[in-house]
């Protein structure tokens, strides 16, 4: 499959993380109070977010510099993501960092709404365009509520899915332009990217035999053609060959415990790299 691009070079994103515009006073103050803290699948991986109403208060306007680190990881069905993104956030916690653990779609009390209209096995077909626009929204109330927050106070965001999947899913699988596709998903996160991406590459088949294995079904994403699954992988290449200082490719077929190690190794590299947030007091 040939790749899309748009006119715009690869930028290479140094810390702090990209600025996302000011929220104004009004929305902010609106939402004081009701602002989830994070996805915490405690009761095991596929369980229902737990929430937390936390008091957070609104930021100030010239508030831009955003001091932690965002990680997301990255896959198609059945990569094993969700379970590494929650012993990477274990991990990364027992070392003494402050981790925030958070998923696309949701994050958010409304975008968990939208995420279960993604996901729901309707009779009622979902256009592409329209699957496009409802994750570009769950995704600016994440970026505004939780992501951004977190990372203006020097938190390290570990989020499962990002704008990788929507170019990836929405672009090469549903076949909606990619530089249109990317000009929205630039107006919904204000720029905001990722410092690090961790990519979990599983052969197709592997992945679909998974998902079929695990408990709490198939959603609607799941029961796409085997083609259609193919387009996704062919994205995720094509954007790590796009980005290769950015999105770090993960053989996702050896063990839990083998590919938690792996993760764990490069990460810790990596953070010895950057301006990493500073560890909590034990």
Known sequence: MREVRDSRDEQVHSLPVA???PISP???????GKIPSCYSPDAGIGSPPKFLTIQESPLSLSSRNLTGIFMTLEGGEGSGKTSQALRLCQFLTAQGYDVLHTREPGGTLVAERLRNILLDRSDEAIA???EALLILAARRQHVDHVIRPALSRGKLVVCDRFSD???AYQGYARGLDLKQLRAMNEWATGRLTPHLTLLFDVPIGVGLRRRRGQAGGQNRLDLETRRFHSNVRAGFHALAKREP???KVIDAQPSLDSVATTVETLVLSWLRTVQSPKRRRR
Do not use: F, G, K, Y
């Open 26 to 32: 009004v929305s902010r103050e609106a939402n004081v």
């Open 128 to 130: 592409p365009e329209t």
């Open 19 to 21: 600025l996302v515009p």
């Open 165 to 167: 999947s929507t170019i």
């Open 245 to 247: 200082r950015r999105i």
